[in-house]
Nanobody
Framework: QVQLMETGGGLAQPGGSLRLNCAAS????????MGWYRQVPGTERELVAA???????KYSDSVKDRFTISRNRARDTVYLQMDGLKPEDTAVYYC?????????WGQGTQVTVSS
């Protein structure tokens, strides 16, 4: 099993910044992908940013140039720095990790962008 501990999130004003952190623990050897997705009630969960296949990074077009994903391999941790936040970034953000035997999700953390 893999456990994912998400921290960060909360309330920000438009144009503001927030940082999300996700630490993986348990059976984490051989992580093949790790990143962030988000979901608005009534819609499908969508990719925000993720590492896969080594150092390959993929960003959603809607967050490119505003959000930055980074990681600490030694600590099995991934971060999402969110700058230039917009009201449409409001969602529950989920950490996701893929290992050779399966995939796991965090419990989700709410991000709300509002004035």
């Amino acid at each position: 099993q893999v456990q994912l501990m998400e921290t960060g999130g909360g309330l920000a004003q438009p144009g503001g910044s927030l940082r999300l952190n996700c630490a993986a623990s348990g059976r984490v050897a051989g992580i093949t992908a790790m990143g962030w997705y988000r979901q608005v009630p009534g819609t499908e969960r969508e990719l925000v940013a993720a590492f896969s296949g080594g150092n390959t990074i993929k960003y959603s077009d809607s967050v490119k140039d505003r959000f930055t994903i980074s990681r600490n391999r030694a600590r099995d941790t991934v971060y999402l720095q969110m700058d230039g936040l917009k009201p449409e970034d409001t969602a529950v953000y989920y950490c996701h990790v893929r290992v050779p035997w399966g995939a796991y999700w965090g419990q989700g953390t709410q991000v709300t962008v509002s004035s």
